[in-house]
């Protein structure tokens, strides 16, 4: 399925099954970045498709959450991380 696909198939859903096919879209799609040519909406979605897919430059491409990326804990799942870390990576730099 390519993007325009996807996003045809998402205007019938709600919000969370919206996040769920593409979040089960994401991780074979060699396409994702093509999300990014699709206004707002379209980096809401790469940044899913980049979070689930582990693809670190579509993150940033979509302005995704940098202090997790600047932290250098993007490797580990989230699960693994100590509170500290967690709180950490949730947190803007000062």
Do not use: C
């Not at 969370?16 to 909406?41: F, Q, S």
């Not at 490797?75 to 709180?87: F, G, K, Q, V």
């Amino acid at each position: 399925m390519n993007v325009d696909e996807l996003l045809e198939s998402l205007d019938q859903l709600r919000d969370r099954e919206r996040l769920r096919r593409v979040a089960a879209w994401a991780p074979t799609a060699t396409d994702r970045a093509a999300l990014l040519d699709h206004g707002e909406y379209g980096r809401r979605l790469a940044l899913v498709a980049g979070l689930v897919a582990r693809d670190v430059r579509l993150i940033k491409a979509s302005g995704g959450p940098v202090p997790l990326l600047r932290a250098g804990l993007f490797d580990r799942r989230i699960t693994e991380l100590s509170s500290r870390d967690r709180r950490k990576t949730a947190r803007p730099p000062r």
